[in-house]
């Protein structure tokens, strides 16, 4: 079973940056979809973005225009830049990997598929 290891959560001042890092073992990444899933108090975990195996992303209407995914196969490492962030966008952000491909809507963080990390915290403050 490979390891998702999340880096660079934090307290974020409302419309500033954040760059979260998700650094995989071993070849987690390879041929397989990528994502970032997050989960706030109370809330179902979202899907807040995804890169196929074949490079297309997807974001979730609410962080579209602010966050980009990437993948550095390098450096087994993917990255969500977030940009002019929110107070909603609050949450326990988990990278996540599966070579099947991801589930939009697992319920709750980590999702009963794949592979997750352990979660990171971001909170954006006023």
């Known amino acids: 079973e490979a390891q998702l290891v999340e880096s660079g959560g934090g307290p974020v001042e409302v419309g500033g940056s954040l760059r979260l890092s998700c650094t995989a073992s071993?070849?987690?990444?390879?041929?397989?979809?990528v994502g970032w899933y997050r989960q706030a108090p109370g809330n179902e975990c979202e899907q807040v973005s995804s890169?196929?195996?074949?490079?297309?992303?997807s974001y979730v209407d609410s962080v579209k225009g602010r966050f980009t995914i990437s993948l550095d196969n390098a450096k087994n490492t993917l990255y969500l830049q977030m940009n002019n962030v929110k107070p909603e966008d609050t949450a326990v952000y988990y990278c996540?990997?599966?070579?099947?491909?991801?589930?939009?809507?697992?319920?709750?963080?980590?999702?009963?598929?794949?592979?997750w990390g352990q979660g990171t915290q971001v909170t954006v403050y006023s």
């Open positions: 890169l196929n195996k074949h490079g297309r992303a």
């Open positions: 996540a990997s599966d070579w099947t491909g991801l589930v939009l809507s697992p319920g709750s963080c980590p999702g009963g598929f794949g592979d």
């Open positions: 071993g070849s987690a990444f390879d041929d397989s979809d």
